[in-house]
């Protein structure tokens, strides 16, 4: 006969699987009368997991919603799923900022047997994957996210700040569609109050954001993740950070017409853009006329040294001899 301990723990596991689970149904699947249930739910109440029990046709046990359900109890396939869903998700940059995923990842070890925890570390160590998180992305505060997920599934019209690419903040009214992870990085989409267009942000420019009651509905046959991939492909895809020998007033007037983040630094001003040919870059740069160091990426090294020497070969030029 199964030890009261043992069938106390499974009575939480049928409650964390299920919403709401009647008393004749427990007392079936634990093998005791509903009496037994009853104490059952108040050992569990003893033990800090409080239990709502209701009477009626439509009555039963739950769990009170916004509690955390120790112990966590897992089969081994369901733990292999969780720890390579938070791996992946860490190291493809689709988790939430630093250190949810790694506490989480922590916390999960912690609370399953030695053996399991040992083969899961073991093949955490040797899995890879072939898709690389996009450098210095900035990945987004956890309440973002939250919010911008309930107001999307709730169609609710959203106010947020938003930073442009060249730092200006401005303030927008969304009716968001969806959310898209892409290529490192998080996007929402919707229609735009500012321009009347439907539009796609990156999360790591969105700042505050504030849930209307204004209320939307979504166009027939939208497609968010098509709408997203469609637009980041039309965008540039090298993301270039050069440090310029000069002031943040001069950058601004002389890279007015570029998509560029300037930031002021102790050594000169910081830009950061996105160009989608870095031989372009190399022109841009070169007739600035500032001297400047490049931060990254490596390839543009080699874009500038290609254009000086084009440049040092059309210097040697002589015009051709009269006739």
């Avoid at 033990?47 to 009477?55: E, M, Q």
């Avoid at 898709?131 to 919010?147: F, K, M, N």
């Amino acid at each position: 006969m199964p030890h009261p301990a043992s069938r106390v723990l499974a009575m939480l596991e049928l409650l964390q699987t299920h919403r709401r689970v009647t008393g004749a149904d427990l007392a079936a699947r634990l093998g005791v009368d509903e009496r037994t249930v009853r104490r059952y739910a108040g050992t569990l109440a003893d033990l800090g997991i409080p239990v709502a029990a209701t009477r009626g046709r439509h009555g039963g046990y739950r769990l009170e919603p916004g509690n955390k359900m120790p112990p966590l109890m897992l089969t081994d396939n369901e733990a292999l799923a969780v720890v390579l869903g938070l791996a992946a998700a860490d190291r493809l940059g689709m988790s939430t900022e630093a250190p949810a995923t790694t506490v989480a990842l922590a916390k999960v070890h912690r609370l399953l047997p030695m053996t399991v925890t040992d083969r899961l570390a073991a093949l955490q160590e040797a899995v890879g994957f072939p898709l690389q998180p996009r450098d210095g992305a900035v990945r987004p505060a956890p309440a973002t996210l939250l919010t911008l997920g309930r107001a999307t599934r709730e169609r609710r019209r959203v106010a947020l700040s938003y930073r442009s690419g060249n730092g200006f903040e401005t303030l927008r009214d969304v009716d968001p569609y969806g959310l898209v992870f892409h290529r490192g990085t998080w996007y929402l989409t919707g229609h735009d109050h500012r321009n009347g267009e439907v539009d796609t942000l990156p999360l790591e420019r969105i700042g505050a954001v504030d849930v209307g009651e204004s209320t939307f509905t979504v166009p027939d046959g939208f497609d968010p993740v098509g709408h997203v991939t469609r637009a980041v492909s039309s965008n540039p895809t090298w993301e270039v950070e050069v440090l310029l020998e000069t002031d943040v007033v001069q950058a601004s007037q002389r890279l007015a017409s570029m998509q560029a983040e300037l930031t002021e630094t102790a050594d000169g001003v910081l830009m950061r853009t996105r160009v989608a040919r870095l031989e372009t870059m190399a022109r841009v740069l070169a007739g600035l006329g500032w001297p400047f160091t490049i931060v990254r990426p490596d390839q543009l090294r080699g874009a500038v040294a290609d254009y000086a020497a084009q440049l040092a070969e059309q210097a040697k030029r002589s015009p051709a001899p009269s006739p």
